[in-house]
């Protein structure tokens, strides 16, 4: 991690979107200003329960972090979900993503949130590389699917 790089953690705006649009189109490949547009919507206007929080490196977007507090799927007392992390591929050493992890669970913990969680596809060795580093490990649930005939 570079010293002296200075970050802010803020609420996304509405001047934000076509930054996330192309930073995750940058890191998938896909273009989808639909889904962007629609979390906004859910999320980027809520300030309890759900976050939308990006990243500014000398006022310039970095990266974004999205989750919601869920409660009771399957038994599970309240707990945090991220389901959304995107950073700038030339700024990922410099702590960013670590810092999105931090604000987004210090959200959580003002909510009075003990347990975080997230879903990965299996080979997706950066982000589970990224998650584990910050402290997460497998946890009791089994995802389970079944393709539907077209």
């Given at each position: 991690m570079e010293p002296s790089v200075t970050f802010k953690i803020r609420q996304a705006t509405s001047e934000d979107l076509p930054q996330v649009i192309e930073l995750d189109e940058k890191n998938t490949g896909l273009r989808k200003p639909f889904y962007w547009e629609d979390l906004f919507e859910r999320f980027g206007r809520r300030e309890k329960e759900r976050f939308f929080l990006v990243a500014e490196?000398?006022?310039v977007f970095t990266g974004f972090i999205i989750g919601e507090?869920?409660?009771?799927?399957f038994g599970s007392p309240p707990c945090g979900w991220i389901f959304?992390?995107?950073?700038?591929?030339d700024s990922r050493t410099k702590g960013i993503g670590t810092r999105l992890f931090e604000a987004i669970c210090e959200r959580f913990q003002q909510?009075?949130?003990?347990?975080?969680?997230t879903m990965l596809a299996r080979n997706d060795h950066l982000n589970m590389s990224f998650f584990r580093s910050q402290g997460m490990r497998g946890g009791p649930f089994?995802?389970?699917e079944k393709n539907l005939p077209k």
């Open positions: 490196e000398s006022e507090i869920r409660a009771w799927e959304a992390l995107g950073v700038d591929p909510e009075g949130i003990q347990k975080i969680r089994i995802q389970l």
